[in-house]
């Protein structure tokens, strides 16, 4: 309870007692000017690298000319942008509508999807994660995030890489949509069977069911490929992006198949789109492909998992690229604060047992290695 006069950010979040106050690349620096390694990008926002000249010189040079107007009017920056996202994901066929977050990105595409096929229950997958708002959250394999009004949002949760489950299931006709993340990342750094993703996409396209690829935490690179669904060979319905997508900037989309038809009113935002998120994401895409940072992750990402798999300490080194996840025997909650507050890495976990390493795209093997060295330091301090 508030018992003063001044008003209170609404206390949800459990923070640690570190203020960080500047970033480059791959490193933060708090007041007190501690430089920490940042193997966790703030949930995998951090694409490019934090602080990039050309992000900032690109943003800043939008704002002088006009950061923001409604979708009222010609925004030709969303052209821009869409014919650039289209040569760099590998679907220039598709169409992009643009939000400002994940949970929105797959509001809209289960929204869309029931507009398609005129039907209303939704499929997803156990420890599913897909947002905080009304139907991402259903779709959320959380019950903790649930409230009534949600509750009656048809939903169904199958079991993970299980085709003779989610076909018995649509053969009934009633689901509207099948969402599936490309990893699962709070469900533990999941990464779906290759074949079940196929025959996921058979399974669909039989039975009219709309196939919604998340990929806003696995996409844009992060898993060595524009989209971790790529290693299957598939192409969704819907595929939905956000995070790395403005490498801070809060921007996301949809990604929307040539079968779907664009109706005026159907769809709408306020923010979504405007041209400083734009700018944004084109300064992204543009360092991407200057850098070679899809196989930059792609490299970096192997050496980390195979110098990981040495540590006899990891149950078990699991993921793709840079999206990676160490599975231990026992709960990493006093390894994570040492890692932390003595080594100064920010990492990410999921569960009480499994580290999540989301660091930047850029993110170089002389700072892998120096990851390798703190990872190793502190667990050694741990038997010590």
């Known amino acids: ?28 620096y708090d007041k007190n000017g501690v430089e920490y390694l940042d193997f ?8 490019i690298g934090h602080s990039h000249p050309k992000y900032i010189a690109k943003i800043t040079e939008q704002l002088h000319n006009i950061g923001f107007y409604s979708n009222s009017v010609q925004i030709p920056l969303q052209d821009e942008y869409a014919e650039k996202l289209g040569k760099a994901s590998g679907y220039p066929d598709y169409s992009l509508f643009m939000v400002n977050s994940g949970a929105e990105a797959n509001e809209n595409a289960l929204k869309l999807a029931a507009f398609y096929n005129r039907r209303k ?18 779709v959320t394999d959380n019950a903790k995030y649930w409230t009534r009004n949600v509750m009656d949002l ?16 649509l053969r009934k006709g009633e689901v509207s949509s099948v969402i599936i993340e490309g990893i699962q990342g709070i469900g533990g750094i999941i990464v779906p069977d290759g074949q079940f993703l196929q025959q996921l996409r058979q399974a669909c396209t039989e039975t009219g069911t709309v196939l919604i690829l998340d990929e806003i935490q696995s996409g844009y690179g992060r898993t060595g490929k524009f989209f971790a669904h790529q290693y299957a060979g ?70 980390l998992m195979n110098e990981l798999k040495k540590f006899p300490q990891i149950k078990e080194v699991r993921g793709q690229g840079l999206m990676i996840g160490l599975e231990f025997a026992e709960p990493i909650k006093p390894l994570r604060d040492r890692l932390l507050f003595e080594q100064h890495v920010f990492t990410g976990v999921t569960g ?17 290695d120096e990851f390798l060295q703190r990872f190793s330091d502190n667990l050694l301090s741990q038997t010590a």
């Open 1 to 28: 309870m508030n018992m003063n006069n001044n008003m209170n950010y609404f206390d949800v979040f459990p923070r640690w007692q570190i203020e960080p106050v500047r970033a480059q690349g791959c490193k933060v």
């Open 40 to 47: 966790y990008g703030g949930h995998a926002v951090i694409s």
């Open 121 to 138: 229950r939704m499929a997803t997958f156990q420890k599913s994660f897909h947002g905080r708002t009304a139907a991402a959250v259903r």
């Open 154 to 169: 048809e939903t169904v949760f199958l079991p993970w890489n299980d085709i003779e489950a989610v076909r018995e299931m």
């Open 234 to 303: 598939i192409r969704p319905d819907i595929i939905t992006i956000a995070k790395g997508m403005g490498n801070g900037f809060p921007v996301s989309g949809m990604l929307i198949a040539p079968e779907f038809q664009a109706v005026h009113g159907q769809l709408g935002t306020t923010f979504g789109g405007n041209p400083l998120a734009c700018a944004a994401a084109i300064a992204v895409l543009e360092v991407m492909e200057e850098e070679n940072l899809v196989e930059n992750a792609a490299r970096i990402g192997d050496y």
């Open 352 to 368: 009480t047992h499994i580290f999540r390493l989301l660091p930047p795209l850029c993110l170089s093997k002389e700072l892998a």
